[in-house]
């Protein structure tokens, strides 16, 4: 096969579910063309009952920008420090920077690739100890894996640090039968185009606490205090989502858990395909971890073998990535502090994401897997 006669495999593309355009159309034939109305009420409540442990839920632009807002709400301001999982998306951390605070990054384990226990430990002790406790921690479940969150939890109410859970990536997983997005002091989700669901573009910022959806609302809104005039005691932001785009999301929440079963699907065909090679290895669920399989990643025994993966999957006209390169890596933030140990370091070094998207066929799933056995053999 030849990149002119085959097929683009995407590592993440759209799956519409077929109703969003019943919502969409909705909003315009009663006028709702506007950045709050009825699909947005709606997907909001579509997602509390979906998340279930009475959370409430504010639909915002992106889930960036309700990193911003959540960080906020936490009491976030210039000058303070929040440790925040190295191995992620920038996204995580560019919001602390945003507020004029500073990232301090921890590192993985090797168990879920998430924010390192141990690690977040000596980092919350080091920087007491220099007189500075952190303001917030901010922690992911990457590509869906569910981070520790009886030890990450337990450090942080031992040491009275607030948790933004970054769940961007972990709509449709659990942690013992409980929703990611249902862990932090405040959680945010993402909708953006590649994320397992989408309104095209868009987040949400997820609490238990009431006030924190109110005051998220006010301040996406431009904080226009309660006067027939235009008043305002605070800063604010252009961050709620609008009704065309929650209509998008009112549809995709029908099909999310369906979506969750496909991407599952695929991560189990590569690993039922490819077992017989030891060169390369799944990241498994420990006991009581329910991964949605955003995204499926494989390690493999060197940085050659994995760029040669990847050479030879974008030769076949297939996208493949490398694993998220850890914060504490990027020129962009050289000037922060890090407690490291390695694992994050090795990760990108050796792991590539795989095509995962809800919407592949069997077809798709077979020709990949082929490419990598050629490659392997
Ligand atoms: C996608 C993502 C975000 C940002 O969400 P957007 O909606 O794209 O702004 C934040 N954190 C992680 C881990 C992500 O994957």
């Known amino acids: 096969m030849n990149v002119i006669d085959s097929k683009r495999i995407w590592l993440s593309s759209p799956h519409m579910g077929g109703t969003e355009q019943t919502f ?22 579509d997602v509390e009952t979906y998340l279930g442990n009475e959370v409430s839920v504010a639909a915002l632009s ?23 999982q190295s191995m992620t998306f920038a996204a995580s951390a560019n919001p602390i920077v945003y507020l004029g605070a500073k990232p301090v990054f921890v590192d993985s ?23 500075k406790k952190p303001k917030a921690i901010v922690v992911v479940h990457l590509y869906g894996m569910p981070y520790n969150v009886e030890a990450i939890h337990n450090i942080a109410a031992e040491y009275k640090i607030p948790v933004l859970e970054d769940s961007a ?22 909708f953006n ?31 226009r205090d309660n006067a027939p005039h235009y008043e305002h005691s605070e800063i604010g932001y252009n961050y709620r989502m609008s009704n065309i785009t ?14 969750v079963g496909y991407r599952r699907r ?5 690993k039922k395909h490819l077992a017989d090679f030891s060169e390369i290895k799944f990241l498994d669920e420990p006991i009581g971890y329910h991964s949605n399989r955003w995204l499926t990643c494989i390690e493999t025994i060197s940085y050659d073998l994995r760029e040669g993966l990847r050479r030879s999957l974008a030769e076949e006209n297939i996208e493949s990535r490398p694993l998220w390169k850890p914060m504490h890596q990027q020129a962009v933030f050289a000037d922060c502090d890090a407690y490291l140990n390695g694992i994050s370091d090795d990760l990108f070094d050796r792991g590539l994401c795989l095509p995962s998207g809800s919407n592949l066929e069997e077809d798709d799933l077979y020709r990949i897997v082929s490419v990598i056995k050629n490659v392997l053999r």
Request: aromatic share 8%; with cysteine.
């Open 266 to 270: 695929n991560f189990d065909f590569y």
């Open 169 to 190: 990536e972990a709509l449709g997983s659990s942690y013992h039968g409980v929703k990611c997005g249902t862990f932090g002091d405040i959680a945010i989700l993402s």
């Open 24 to 45: 969409v159309k909705e909003a315009f034939d009663t006028n709702w063309v506007a950045p709050l109305g009825p699909n947005v009420d709606g997907f909001e409540k």
């Open 109 to 131: 384990e090797s168990a879920t690739w998430n924010m390192c226990p141990e690690q977040l430990e000596i980092a919350i002790k080091d920087r007491i100890s220099k007189g």
């Open 246 to 259: 929650a209509g998008i999301g009112r549809g995709q929440m029908q099909v999310l858990d369906k979506h």
């Open 193 to 223: 185009g590649n994320k397992i669901i989408t309104t095209s573009g868009g987040g949400a910022l997820v609490s238990k606490n009431k006030n924190h959806k109110e005051k998220a609302i006010f301040l996406a809104t431009q904080a």
């Open 62 to 84: 992106s889930g960036t920008a309700s990193l911003h807002l959540g960080l906020k709400l936490l009491g976030v301001s210039r000058d303070d420090e929040v440790l925040c």
